[in-house]
């Protein structure tokens, strides 16, 4: 396949960036999309040009550290990691825009790299458990009826990968923050911080700067673990029952 991408290039924080447009040849539809722009740096690096810089790690999709938004969307056409996106989804001949996570909370790094330390600290302030841990208990020690533990698993898949802010007009990260208050809420084991953890996370979340929900479910539909929008109403049932509780 030949192809024409469009790459957004930016030297770091402070400086503006901009689309710079690079043609590749010789891509193999059995090629990830990470794997294709690792050919372009290739060509870049022994043209003597700066590689474009972007996130990846397991390329297994249960990392979340790549993320993209291709012709627009949150890890491209498919509902998939961007490392687990293959070039099959696309033409011989087809232009290509690459850009980074666009959202205030996520402030470009270089190139295609964006910081995501905001979702660590929303973390950081609730996404724990305090009851001691220790070696791993007997199965059955507690019990969890087999519903809870699968909304808990459901809610766990999450890999935080900032799709779902991404692809928010709004930038909210409430699907992201729903997930982990979720899977955590759900559990005896966060019992313990079930209020302080709604509060706090929310609390952190908004101060982060990321926006509010107004139900468009964009992120839901971007989400390559199929974290279900519903989750961002039962935060806040969770959120009204805390709030009400603290008094
Ligand atoms: S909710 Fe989905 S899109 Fe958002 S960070 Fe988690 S896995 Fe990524
Ligand atoms: S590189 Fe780990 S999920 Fe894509």
Same mark, same amino acid.
């Given at each position: ?19 710079? %447009? ?107 458990? %305090? ?117």
């Amino acid at each position: 396949m030949k192809l024409t991408l469009r790459v957004w290039r930016q030297r770091n924080p402070d400086s503006p960036g901009a689309m710079a %447009t690079y043609e590749v040849d010789g891509i193999s539809q059995d090629m990830s999309f990470l794997e294709m722009l690792d050919t372009l740096n290739e060509e870049l690096i022994l043209g003597g040009d700066e590689p474009v810089a972007f996130d990846h790690d397991c390329r297994e999709g249960i990392c979340g550290a790549c993320s993209l938004v291709i012709n627009g969307d949150a890890h491209g056409p498919e509902r998939t990691t961007t490392c687990q996106l293959h070039m099959r989804s696309f033409q011989d001949g087809d232009t290509i825009d690459v850009e980074p996570w666009r959202a205030a909370a996520f402030p470009v790094v270089k190139d295609l790299v964006v910081d995501r330390s905001a979702f660590d600290r929303v973390i950081q302030s609730g996404g724990y458990i %305090t009851a001691p841990t220790g070696a791993a208990p007997e199965a059955h020690a507690t019990a969890v009826p087999k519903p809870v533990a699968d909304t808990a698993f459901e809610h766990a898949e999450c890999i935080g990968c900032g799709a779902c802010v991404a692809a928010c007009p709004n930038g909210s990260a409430m699907l992201f923050t729903a997930a982990k208050v979720v899977h955590l809420n759900s559990l005896p084991q966060g019992a313990p911080e079930r209020e302080s953890r709604v509060l706090e996370m929310v609390g952190q979340m908004d101060a982060e700067g990321f926006g509010g929900c107004t139900n468009t479910g964009a992120c839901a539909t971007a989400c390559p673990k199929g974290i279900p929008l519903f989750s961002i109403a039962k935060m806040n049932r969770e959120f009204v029952r805390a709030a009400r509780k603290r008094g």
